[in-house]
Nanobody, 123 residues
Framework: QVQLTESGGGLVQPGGSLRLSCAAS????????MAWYRQAPGKQREWVATLTSDVKTNYADSVKGRFTISRDNAKNTVYLQMNSLKPEDTAVYYC?????????????????WGQGTQVTVSS
């Protein structure tokens, strides 16, 4: 059983930064591609970024150049550093453990989700 716990959300002004954390229940990074998703009010959940088991990164076009996904193996934690935040980044952010399909550039989300952390970008 994989357990994921997100933290680090909050209220930030446009142009500001936040770092989200996702703590995993064990050493799962060699087994899964770790990803961040987000869901804004009234919208479907959308993929944001993936970090593969061999430490390759992939980003949605909407966040490329602004967000960085990384991990700390010793802490079993995945991070999402978010810079130059925009109001349209406002959403609940979720961590996921799944599989990365390179040929389709697609993150296959397994049913391992955290509870989410709210990010609000507003002046």
């Amino acid at each position: 059983q994989v357990q994921l716990t997100e933290s680090g959300g909050g209220l930030v002004q446009p142009g500001g930064s936040l770092r989200l954390s996702c703590a995993a229940s064990g050493s799962i990074f060699s087994l899964y591609a770790m990803a961040w998703y987000r869901q804004a009010p009234g919208k479907q959940r959308e993929w944001v970024a993936t970090l593969t088991s061999d430490v390759k990164t992939n980003y949605a076009d909407s966040v490329k150049g602004r967000f960085t996904i990384s991990r700390d193996n010793a802490k079993n934690t995945v991070y999402l550093q978010m810079n130059s935040l925009k109001p349209e980044d406002t959403a609940v952010y979720y961590c996921n453990a799944g599989n990365w399909i390179q040929s389709a550039r697609y993150h296959q989300a397994y049913n391992y989700w955290g509870q989410g952390t709210q990010v609000t970008v507003s002046s």
